[in-house]
């Protein structure tokens, strides 16, 4: 059997790939990028897409399902925010061909604005969930999801973290298997979300609830591992790896299938253990379960409720060992700081400079640019989620005043204006506001790697395609003020930047550089 050293992503490829998956959508964005990239490389059977943003993506894999071929999604933690909407309806739709979505968290926010713990969203959602623990298990458990799909007629969330999907491990190649698209029945009573349908479905949704319970409870994904009974540990994605690297001779409950829990598994290892506990990253979702069961057991009293767990951390919290030496300390001569910067020569930095000489307020948003905010520019104020820099930027001005936009501009990068800006934009417009909005056209989305997006002119899978034009969507929107320019010039570009600023009606200017690092 051949067998290769894969990331974790890599491996979710794999195994969409050997589980004949059709069609694979995403929206860039770490940890989850190089899902989609794997796939548009080295597996071209599947056809695969970045799509404008997750919403997007996760309704064209629905539509893929629901039409009869296998189809997967994927994004980080905080997309799934943005495909909540169909998430939640297409959890009553069900599916036709299996339907998974790959959703990778980001403990310590190593590149993110939040740390949400998304095992929530399963639960809300109504949806299965499975979490591996290895790159092995990424892929098998990702196959496994596509026959949970099918047998149970419900999506299914494969959720992973940062350090799941960026380690690597060795993983068994399988061949690919052949499954074929099924064929579209039309049944609108299961795929028109009418409330007449939408009741029904809510009710077989608890039904297949109680079943996949049955399977949480029968399945091999949560396995009980006996060793000492004195002290019983459950846990789940890489802090199974921690529990068994720190407390090899303890009993553990390993949790695979995270949403529904298996009950009975539950109950069986806490009566056959003296001391339980659960050890498992962010928010304490298997211990208020645990606890919700009436069980004992230690949790967030030791284990930390912030940041991602290390095998350190747990070895302090279970053993007691504290690992002193395990990082150096330069007390006599302190290392400076070195905080992320913009490249040396990035055309963000033009725009930055000129918008801090002008002392403008800056509504921010997602990308590169948001370092912006750090010296030496020191020239971002605000920043939320994607897009939300338009919207708050006409908040400022709806509740100070016209002045107020006199002296502030929004920024917003090219893949970001794409993905969430142009209905802001949109708001802006209708509702009489008057700021400036300046788009940072890069040629690409560049935090994550410089992937294509709709005004590139190239697809995931390298085929030429329709470049969208941004100033004429802008136009489109209802701004009369668009201004194409380079901010390499930076004189021209502050006197335009003042020029609009000043101007008492909406208007945009799209700052046009090609990212340095882009060939």
Request: hydrophobic share 40%.
């Amino acid at each position: 059997m051949e067998k290769k050293v894969l990331l974790g992503n890599e491996a979710i490829a794999r195994g969409a790939y050997e589980a004949g998956c059709h069609v694979a959508t995403a929206y860039p964005g770490t940890p989850s990028t190089e899902i989609l990239e794997t796939i548009a490389r080295d597996y071209r059977d599947i056809k695969s897409q970045w799509s404008p943003n997750e919403k997007v993506a996760l309704e064209v894999a629905a539509g893929a399902s629901v039409s009869g071929g296998r189809a997967l999604a994927a994004m980080k933690h905080v997309g799934l925010n943005v495909a909540a909407d169909p998430l939640f309806t297409f959890s009553y739709t069900g599916v036709n061909g299996g339907f998974v979505i790959i959703n990778a968290d980001d403990p310590s926010a190593w590149s993110s604005q939040n740390e949400q713990d998304n095992r929530h969203m399963a639960r809300a959602a109504k949806v299965p969930m499975l979490e591996p623990s290895s790159p092995q298990e990424c892929k098998d458990f990702t196959k496994l999801a596509f026959e949970i799909s099918e047998r149970f007629d419900r999506p299914v969330i494969v959720r992973i973290t940062t350090r799941i999907a960026h380690s690597q491990g060795i993983v068994e190649i399988l061949p690919r298997d052949n499954i074929p698209v099924k064929p579209f029945v039309r049944n609108f009573q299961k795929y028109v979300m009418l409330p007449v349908h939408a009741r029904p479905r809510h009710v077989f949704i608890e039904e297949q609830h109680k079943k996949l319970k049955e399977y949480s409870d029968m399945s091999s994904l949560n396995r009980i591992e006996w060793g000492d009974r004195k002290r019983g540990i459950i846990t789940d994605s890489v802090a199974y790896q921690y529990v068994k690297e720190t407390c090899p001779d303890d009993s553990v409950l390993k949790i695979g299938m995270v949403w529904p829990m298996p009950d009975e598994k539950i109950r069986e290892f806490a009566a056959g253990v003296e001391s339980l506990y659960v050890v498992e990253e962010l928010d304490p979702f298997i211990e208020d379960y645990v606890k919700a069961l009436g069980i004992k057991c230690v949790g967030k009293d030791i284990i930390p409720l912030c940041f991602e767990l290390t095998p350190e951390i747990v070895d302090q919290a279970m053993n007691g060992k504290a690992h002193p030496g395990k990082y150096p300390k330069y007390d006599a001569n302190p290392i400076p700081p070195r905080p992320p910067a913009l490249c040396k020569g990035c055309p963000h930095g033009f725009v930055f400079t000129v918008l801090g000489k002008l002392d403008l307020n800056v509504n921010g948003d997602i990308g590169c640019y948001t370092l912006a905010a750090l010296p030496p520019y020191s020239a971002m104020h605000t920043q939320g989620c994607m897009g939300a820099g338009i919207g708050m930027h006409l908040g400022m001005e709806k509740a100070h005043g016209p002045e107020m936009a006199r002296r502030s501009v929004a920024v917003i990068g090219d893949s970001t204006f794409i993905h969430s800006g142009i209905t802001p934009l949109i708001d802006l417009v209708y509702n009489k506001g008057t700021g400036t909005v300046i788009i940072l056209d890069n040629r690409g989305t560049a935090m994550t790697g410089h992937q294509e997006h709709p005004a590139t002119g190239r697809t995931l899978m390298g085929e030429e395609t329709h470049a969208l034009d941004l100033e004429m969507l802008v136009k489109a929107c209802g701004v009369k003020r668009v201004v194409v320019t380079d901010p390499k010039n930076m004189d021209e570009f502050e006197r335009i930047v003042r020029e609009e600023v000043a101007a008492p009606e909406p208007s945009v200017i799209i700052s046009l550089r090609k990212c340095i690092l882009m060939k």
